[in-house]
């Protein structure tokens, strides 16, 4: 049984998340990792763990920002999309992209972003393409955008 979790730091999730994203196969686990144990997120921020059988299977976030410069007005964000190896094909970065876009929906947002390099992922869920972009980074991504009006919180 898969359950899914807004959280902040506290709660009971909150320490495992961290452990999976300090251990995981990605380069940018760690940057979440420590970004958490920071407590490094704005009030309404919040990080969405997907549990399976009790355990954390995989984590993203919903934030204000992402890779972009300043310069750009898009908020808010998914995030930090990660599934743990063995739960894969389990449809779970769907169900954490859904639930963190029905918060951001129920804060009032009419449209949610997120900054990839992947081609023809996020477009199964709903984004849509805006165009390439130069990161905060120095290299360039594609900044997608999903509009999530109405779009009902499955607690």
């Known amino acids: 049984m898969t359950k899914l979790h ?7 999730y909150w320490e495992e998340t961290i452990s999976l994203a300090n251990r995981c196969s990605w380069r940018a686990g760690p940057l979440l990792a ?9 009030e309404w921020e919040r990080v969405c763990a997907a549990c399976v059988g009790g355990k954390v299977a995989g984590f993203c976030i919903v934030a204000e920002k992402d890779e972009l410069p300043e310069k750009y007005p ?28 029905a918060y951001a929906c129920h804060l009032g947002y009419e449209q949610i972003y997120i900054m990839s390099g992947e081609i023809g992922l996020y477009e199964k869920y709903g984004f849509v393409k805006l165009g390439d972009f130069e990161t905060i980074y120095g290299n360039v991504d594609q900044l997608f955008v999903m509009n999530i009006r109405q779009h009902p919180l499955d607690s």
């Open 74 to 101: 898009f908020t808010p964000f998914i995030g930090f999309v990660f599934v743990a190896e063995e739960y894969r094909g389990k449809r779970l970065s769907e169900k954490m992209i859904q639930h963190g876009a």
């Open 6 to 12: 807004l959280m902040t730091q506290g709660h009971p």
């Open 34 to 42: 420590e970004k958490m144990k920071k407590n490094d997120f704005k």
